[in-house]
């Protein structure tokens, strides 16, 4: 695949295609961490004399974070110490007009890739190619830069859609991203321990299924409503409440599911020992052993215990590669945010080389100020679904542009 040093860029139009989708609360965006990671490929970009054409996304349809990129170009001009002008326009006259007045060292970011229905859905390379997306701005541009590594596992045209029509190269965050990543899952040191957590049940059964069964993990921990599915599936109840959460939000099918993973590998998943539940507006802690277990009937689970942390953490800190995804619980609450600050800090501090990952995880680690973390990666979805072993179809457009373009004159 190309980096980024590959190529010269003066006087050159680069799409950058970054993903700076981002929390935003009361209409305005609270978190600059993605941001922040692309600053490095934008000024290499910009130095180099380069007219750059950024593109992003911000959520999808009808949801409350679902807006324009006019304040995600004010956060960038302000970080950048230059104007980025906000382009109220994706692939029409205008944005085209103003990509052609670019000049060496300016900068533009599009409109929100997904007001383009083209850019909402899920298709082929070869589909995404003959979007109207592509044919109308690949003209326009000279070279594709791609540092959504967070959008890595989505196909769609702004994504793979110019690979064999233009050059198209790793970011500085991208190749960072693949380096962390492929050192954590390739890696030969041991043990290897992996702490599966948050919400995404279904993606997180995927990837314990594939690094137990490829010899990847000596060891999975799990917390939040992962741990949870893995603890009904080795016989404990949980309770009413708690379970008729799973049932509305359509997780207790999974149950079935980890019981498998848990009788092909039992001895290398890890489930909490305690969980604690909100009584009464406050935290309390209840052994699964232990004669209070009624408790979970009529009170929610928010979080492991603190026996599950000291557990988890005896483990974390004999580790040598450590991959984690999602919180062990509500950290948002402060109550609840005990196993996860636990969790997570036990990473920091042990010696191994660990990548944590997930939008919750990351706004987790920057709230409670964790420091250690070898790699906090950008990527959630993406990447799970590269330690689920699954392929992304970004990383396959960049190798099919390189095959495509290798002997380019740089």
Request: proline letters at 4%.
């Amino acid at each position: 695949m190309f980096r980024l040093t590959d190529f010269t860029y003066e006087d050159k139009t680069v799409f950058l295609r970054a993903d700076l989708n981002s929390p935003v609360e009361n209409g305005r965006i609270t978190s600059d961490a993605r941001f922040r990671a692309v600053l490095p490929t934008i000024r290499h970009l910009l130095n180099d004399g380069a007219k750059v054409v950024i593109a992003t996304h911000q959520s999808r349809p009808y949801k409350g974070d679902y807006t324009t990129t006019e304040e995600h170009a004010e956060i960038l001009g302000r970080l950048l110490g230059q104007e980025v002008e906000y382009v109220e326009d994706i692939l029409g006259k205008y944005a085209r007009e103003r990509i052609r007045a670019l000049k060496p060292g300016e900068a533009i970011i599009l409109e929100n890739l997904r007001f383009s229905a083209e850019e909402v859905f899920y298709k082929p390379l070869e589909e995404c190619e003959r979007t109207f997306f592509v044919r109308k701005l690949a003209p326009l541009i000279d070279h594709v830069v791609n540092d959504a590594f967070a959008a890595a596992h989505r196909s769609q045209p702004s994504l793979v859609g110019f690979a064999r029509l233009k050059p198209m190269i790793m970011g500085k965050l991208m190749e960072e991203e693949i380096d962390a990543l492929s050192r954590a899952y390739e890696s030969d040191e041991r043990p290897r321990v992996y702490v599966l957590g948050g919400a995404k049940v279904d993606d997180s059964l995927r990837v314990a299924e594939n690094v137990l069964r490829s010899g990847r993990a000596d060891l999975i921990l799990t917390g939040g409503l992962v741990g949870q599915i893995f603890t009904l599936a080795k016989g404990f109840d949980l309770g009413d409440t708690n379970i008729e959460f799973l049932h509305r939000n359509g997780l207790l099918g999974l149950v079935d599911w980890a019981e498998k993973i848990l009788d092909e590998f039992y001895p290398y998943v890890r489930t909490p020992v305690d969980f604690a539940v909100d009584y009464r507006g406050e935290r309390l802690e209840v052994d699964l052993l232990s004669g209070e277990k009624k408790l979970f009937d009529k009170n929610p689970i928010l979080d492991i215990g603190s026996r599950t942390v000291e557990k988890y953490r005896e483990i974390l800190m004999d580790a040598r590669i450590i991959v984690a995804n999602g919180p062990m619980g509500v950290f948002e609450m402060e109550d609840f945010a005990a196993g996860t600050v636990g969790v997570f800090r036990a990473i920091g501090e042990s010696p191994a080389f660990s990548v944590v990952g997930g939008g919750h995880s990351i706004a987790s680690i920057y709230r409670y100020s964790i420091t250690g973390i070898s790699h906090v990666s950008t990527g959630g979805g993406a990447m799970l679904s590269f330690f689920a072993g699954e392929r992304l179809p970004v990383l396959e457009a960049l190798k099919i542009s390189y095959e495509r373009f290798k002997g380019y004159g740089r």
